[in-house]
């Protein structure tokens, strides 16, 4: 089983003005695993990064706001999830992972404890292929919630399933920018697919975060820049920021949070359009101030 590395642990404060109300919106909590464990079928084990060292990082960022998506390390116990929302005083939403075996009263238990989407991890680097017949399935059962569904997979399999992608039955939001590798350019047919489909269909979002894992260049990751330009020129109401704290499963060089956040300013340099993605949008998507 793999171990992963700790996030850096001395983030730098972003260079631009940070608005009230921003959000990340991708982020995890990680144990502690003496309270939360892991699940028995994970592929990975991250360190601990509880609730404590989110809010440590958020105070240097001036997020103040957060959406804490399950991750598979914990698999469909988002025990760790619900109890940070739950202590956040209406400042966090969740994002679960969850699976056939649900009942609606967990689905209802989960919807009032503030979760508003289901993740459905199809990266194939932690072994799981895409089965959009399970899609299907669980989120006809969560419709009624008004949730939506994240995807997280591989560039080559949204080419396979861009049709599938187009017709769910919920708001679709796709995780660090489909996982394009920078180096194939944003012509790439599995990027101009995202790019289609968040022009024509007006509940389909995609995150900017991941910037350290599409990249081909490495740190400071610029060549991933042109990426989250052309999503926020084709849907600037459906784009959201993420720092993906505390990076799990990431390889080699570990990105300072406070230098992925400065990459915001270049992808939208207008002030306007930036405290859009950080504030407006996850607001609209998640209901902060409902």
Known sequence: MKFCQGPDPKPRSPNFSVPKNACDAHCHVFGPNE???FSDNRSYT???????ALQNLQKILGIERAVIVQATCHGTDNAATLDAIAQSGGRYKGVA???KSFSDKEFRNLNEGGIRGIRFSFARHIGSAPDF???QQITERVVKFGWHVVIYMEASDIVENADKLANLPLPVVIDHMGRVKTIDGVKQEAFQI???LLQEKHDFWIKICGSERISSGGSPYLDAVPFAQACIAA??????????????NLNGYMP???DLMNLLALQAPDETLR????????????????
């Open 256 to 258: 300072n949070d406070g």
């Open 275 to 290: 405290n859009r993605i950080l504030v407006d949008n996850p607001d609209r998507l998640y209901g902060f101030s409902n």
């Open 97 to 99: 992972i969850v699976d």
């Open 46 to 52: 991250p360190p601990d990064a509880p609730l404590e």
């Open 235 to 248: 849907a600037p109401d459906r784009v959201l920021w993420g720092s993906d704290w505390p990076h799990p």
């Open 194 to 196: 995202l790019l289609r």
């Open 133 to 135: 017949s399970l899609v």
């Open 35 to 37: 309270n939360f464990p």
